[in-house]
């Protein structure tokens, strides 16, 4: 009985956690645009070291989808929310087609890349975020 209580008590502070967490306010327009801007950084950053393992190369790409997905989630400007899951979605789908064509160089891959986005939608974030956040 005793160890039920407690897993109950343990339930109960997860699920006041949980809550908690799931109801805190949405990050400022400014919060956002530093996050963004953070993540373009980032980008600039890796797009300018062409050299390294490939394999290593997608995950980083993947883990820019990954802190634009979060961007998303904590996001309080409603173009910004949609700003990120439209640019997480790009980066998605590049890692997809890199790991899938490990082969291609990278022109190549900017082509092949191409032909799986949705241009307009990207062209609409991207304008979105810079207007919104003054880049």
Known sequence: ???FRSLAGALLLLCGALSLAACSP????AQTCQRL???QQ???DFESATEGDPAQR???VR?????LDRIHDDAGDPQLEMASATLADMYRT????AAAHAHLTTAELVQ???DHLEVDRINTANAAYLRICEV
């Open 1 to 3: 009985m005793i160890r």
């Open 26 to 29: 949405a990050e400022s327009t």
């Open 37 to 39: 801007l953070q993540v």
């Open 42 to 44: 980032e980008i600039i």
């Open 58 to 60: 997608v995950e980083t």
């Open 63 to 67: 883990g820019f989808a990954l802190e």
């Open 94 to 97: 590049i890692a997809d087609v």
């Open 112 to 114: 092949e890349v191409g």
